[in-house]
């Protein structure tokens, strides 16, 4: 059964910059679409960002583009999210993903499926005060 594990969440305040990590259990998740989403009290679950095996193809929402950067370390199974200028809205658990690659083209229209994702991790909270 594979593994991910989140960490970095915390209080911040509006303005600020977070880090979020993600570490895989399993190597094989080297070959593996690694994504991250989040969800707020009272919405749905939303894609925030992916990357895929390759370390340099990246998805983003809309709303995220410029603010938000997703990378990943393969030889540490490790993906992190980098969060910039944070302010209220980002206030969610933010959980990491991951999905078969498939090595062929999609849209970002795909990744931001989470029936894409095969295996989560449990989340961590991130809380931004203005």
């Known amino acids: 059964q594979e593994q991910l594990v989140e960490s970095g969440g915390g209080l911040v305040q509006a303005g600020e910059s977070l880090s979020l990590s993600c570490v895989a259990s399993?190597?094989?998740?080297?070959?593996?679409?690694m994504g991250w989403f989040r969800q707020a009290p009272g919405k749905e679950r939303e894609f925030v960002a992916a990357?895929?095996?390759?370390?340099?193809?990246?998805h983003y929402a809309d709303s995220l583009k410029g603010r938000f950067a997703i990378y990943r370390n393969n030889s540490s199974n490790v993906v992190t999210l980098q969060m910039n200028s944070l302010n209220p809205e980002h206030t969610a658990v933010y959980y990491c993903?991951?999905?078969?690659?498939?090595?062929?083209?999609?849209?970002?229209?795909?990744?931001?499926?989470?029936?894409?994702?095969?295996?989560w991790g449990q989340g961590t909270q991130v809380t931004v005060s203005s």
């Open positions: 990357i895929r095996w390759n370390g340099v193809t990246t």
């Open positions: 993903a991951s999905g078969p690659d498939g090595q062929a083209y999609r849209p970002t229209s795909y990744y931001t499926r989470p029936s894409v994702y095969a295996f």
């Open positions: 399993d190597r094989t998740l080297r070959y593996y679409t």
